[in-house]
C-alpha cells in the first residue's frame, strides 16, 4: 500500500516539475520557428578621408570625432537577410548603395580650407558580419504600449557585428572647380584599384513591433585597406591611415518561418 502511494506521489512530483519547465524548454526554442530575416532600411553615411572633413588634420587617425563633417553625410540604402545559427548568434549578408563626399571649403581646418579640394563618389557594397547578441532578442509575446512605458519590459536586442565586405567607387574631384576624374591619383600618381575590401564593425539595436516585424538602428565604421576613395594621398609624416567611411542606418525587419525542413517559408 506504501509502495502505491510512494509512486503516485512521485508520478506528481514529475508531472508537477514538468508543468514548470516545459514552458521555459518551449519558450527557448521559440528562436527556431523564425532563423531567417529579410531585411531593408535606410540611413546615411559619412567618409573619413584626405578630403574635407571637420576641424581634424585629416587622416591622421582611423576615425576622429574632430574629423566629421556632417554637411558631407550622404543618404544609404539597402537590403539584406539574417539567419540565426544558434540564438545568440547570426550570420547577415547586406547589399548597400550609398554616395561619399568630401569638400574641404567646408572644413573647420584652416589648411584644408586653402588647398580647396573636394571629391565625390557612388560607393557600392557587398558584406558578410557575423553578429552576436548581448542581450537575447524576446519571442513570443506581443508588444504593448504598456511594455513600451516600462523599460524593463522593453526587452530591446542589442547585438555586435564584425564581417567582411567589398565595395567599389569612382571618385571625382575638384581642384579649384576643375574636374579632375578617375585614376591614376593626381596627388601621387599612383593607379589604384576601384574594388576594395574593407572590414566592418559595430554595434545595433533592435526591437520588436509585433512577432514578425522588428524595427532598429544600427551604427558601423568601415575600415578600408585603400587610401584613394578620395582619389588623393597624404604622404606627408604621420599619415599612416586608409581611408573609412560610416553609417548609420534604421533597419526594418520581418522574420520568416522556418518549415520543418529547415527552409524558410514565404
Not at 544609404?76 to 554616395?99: C, H, Q
Not at 567646408?106 to 589648411?111: E, L, Q, T
Request: hydrophobic share 35%; with cysteine; glycine share 10%.
Amino acid at each position: 500500500m506504501r509502495s502505491n502511494c510512494s509512486k503516485s506521489l512521485m508520478k506528481k512530483f514529475i508531472f508537477f516539475i514538468l508543468i514548470l519547465i516545459i514552458p521555459y524548454i518551449s519558450n527557448a526554442q521559440k528562436w527556431k520557428r523564425y532563423r531567417y530575416e529579410v531585411l531593408f532600411g535606410i540611413g546615411y553615411s559619412n567618409f573619413f578621408g584626405d578630403l574635407g572633413g571637420g576641424a581634424g588634420k585629416g587622416g591622421q587617425s582611423i576615425i576622429s570625432v574632430k574629423d566629421i563633417d556632417f554637411g558631407a553625410s550622404r543618404p544609404a540604402f539597402f537590403v539584406g537577410a539574417r539567419y540565426k545559427i544558434v540564438e545568440r548568434i547570426a550570420l547577415k549578408v547586406n547589399i548597400l548603395y550609398t554616395y561619399v563626399s568630401g569638400n574641404d571649403k567646408y572644413s573647420g581646418n584652416p589648411d584644408r580650407q586653402g588647398r580647396n579640394e573636394s571629391f565625390s563618389s557612388p560607393l557600392f557594397e557587398q558584406s558578410l558580419t557575423a553578429e552576436f547578441s548581448v542581450v537575447k532578442e524576446r519571442y513570443g509575446r506581443r508588444y504593448t504600449v504598456s511594455n513600451i512605458r516600462s523599460l524593463q519590459k522593453l526587452h530591446i536586442n542589442t547585438y555586435l557585428f564584425a564581417g567582411i565586405a567589398g565595395f567599389s567607387f569612382h571618385p571625382k574631384t575638384k581642384i579649384d572647380g576643375i574636374h579632375i576624374d578617375g585614376q591614376p591619383s593626381y596627388s601621387t600618381g599612383e593607379p589604384y584599384k576601384t574594388y576594395q575590401l574593407s572590414i566592418p564593425v559595430g554595434i545595433g539595436l533592435k526591437y520588436g513591433v509585433n512577432r514578425k516585424l522588428n524595427i532598429g538602428l544600427e551604427y558601423g565604421n568601415r575600415f578600408t585597406f585603400t587610401d584613394f576613395i578620395d582619389n588623393h594621398k597624404d604622404i606627408s609624416p604621420g599619415n599612416k591611415s586608409n581611408d573609412n567611411y560610416m553609417l548609420l542606418n534604421l533597419i526594418f525587419t520581418y522574420k520568416l518561418r522556418t518549415t520543418r525542413s529547415g527552409l524558410p517559408k514565404f
